[in-house]
């Protein structure tokens, strides 16, 4: 789904509003808020090297996809 909409709105502005990482790793730009505030602004690369928020929320998200994926893993033995 998100290469197709990559495809169709490639020259286009568009705003997303998302919690989901996979929808905004390749985007231009990117606000991050926290408790309705702007915290940081930047593309993935920027955020991730701030170390800030954003960062540890890229490591949540990652750290509950690597357990899900555990959890189907161990109840499919």
Do not use: M, P, W
């Not at 709105?9 to 905004?24: A, D, F, P, Q, Y």
């Not at 593309?43 to 954003?54: D, P, R, W």
């Amino acid at each position: 789904v998100l290469s197709a909409l990559r495809k169709e709105l490639k020259n286009c502005t568009v705003l997303l509003i998302t919690h989901r990482l996979s929808g905004v790793e390749n985007a231009d730009h990117i606000i991050f808020l926290r408790d309705g505030e702007v915290a940081e602004e930047g593309n993935h690369e920027q955020l991730l090297a701030k170390h800030g928020f954003y960062e540890e929320f890229v490591n949540q998200q990652n750290t509950s996809i690597h357990r899900n994926t555990e959890d189907v893993t161990n109840s499919s033995q």
